[in-house]
Nanobody, 122 residues
Framework: QVQLVESGGGLVQAGGSLRLSCAASGRTFSSYAMGWFRQAPGAAREFVAV????????TYADSVKGRFTISRDNAKNTVHLQMNSLKPEDTAVYYC???????????????WGQGTQVTVSS
């Protein structure tokens, strides 16, 4: 069992930055790939970024590539999402997820956090 708690969301102006964090409980954190997904009002939940168990490989959605960076610290059971050059279309609830294997599909997530709201004003 893994419990995930996100933090770091908020209101920011377009062009600004935010850093999301996800703290995981349990001693098996390093056995999961970790991902970030987001869901805007009226839209489906979509993939944002994923990082492998070791942190050696990262993958991003085209919409955030070059602006967002995912990282993890297995010693501290945390995963982060650094978001730069934010745009109004990045406004959504952002969810941290633990995946048994590398995947960009939210259907493959085994555990979800409660989500943190990110709002980007124009």
């Amino acid at each position: 069992q893994v419990q995930l708690v996100e933090s770091g969301g908020g209101l920011v102006q377009a062009g600004g930055s935010l850093r999301l964090s996800c703290a995981a409980s349990g001693r098996t954190f390093s056995s999961y790939a970790m991902g970030w997904f987001r869901q805007a009002p009226g839209a489906a939940r979509e993939f944002v970024a994923v990082i492998t168990r070791s942190g050696g490989t990262t993958t991003y959605a085209d919409s955030v590539k070059g602006r967002f960076t995912i990282s993890r610290d297995n010693a501290k059971n945390t995963v982060h999402l650094q978001m730069n050059s934010l745009k109004p279309e990045d406004t959504a609830v952002y969810y941290c997820a633990a995946l048994e294997y590398w995947s960009t599909s939210n259907a493959d997530a085994q555990y979800w956090g409660q989500g943190t709201q990110v709002t980007v004003s124009s």
